[in-house]
């Protein structure tokens, strides 16, 4: 099965894929955030791999990351979107086993904040209220 790879910005709400010839490798998708995305030289990006829908998110490695994040790693850090479907129920959830597993978490990479801005790439049910 052929995957494609694409930039998203994730500081637009909701995120916009960023319109660039797709990328049939991840090297290719982080060589050009490394170089810079125009229009985007201070946005927070992310590699989306595709196999129509979205199934995989990459956070790129931290140091060709333009925007400062919570999170540090040195290579693109990937979640699969089942994790993605999950750690966004978990957020929303008012059980309090849930709220524990978040805070007991390390989500550098996925803050409630970022994840919900790819609401429309993985079709989340989004919750009026959300806890933050
Ligand atoms: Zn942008
Ligand atoms: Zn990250």
Redesign the pocket.
């Given at each position: 099965m052929s995957s494609t790879y694409r930039i998203l910005c994730l500081s637009h709400d909701p995120a916009l894929t960023i319109d660039t010839p797709d990328y049939n490798r991840p090297e290719q998708a982080e060589e050009a955030i490394r170089a810079g995305i125009d229009g985007h030289t201070t946005c927070d990006l992310a590699i989306g791999r595709y196999s129509y829908p979205l199934v995989d998110l990459g956070?790129p490695a931290?140091r060709d990351q333009p925007a400062q994040?919570r999170?540090h790693?040195g290579s693109t850090?990937w979640t699969d979107k089942d994790w993605l479907l999950l750690l966004a129920a978990a957020y929303q959830s008012d059980d309090p086993t849930m709220q524990q597993a978040i805070k007991a978490g390390h989500h550098?990479?996925l803050p409630w904040e970022r994840l919900q801005r790819l609401r429309n790439e993985l079709d989340l049910p989004i919750k009026e209220n959300p806890r933050p």
């Open positions: 956070c931290s994040l999170c790693h850090i550098d990479c």
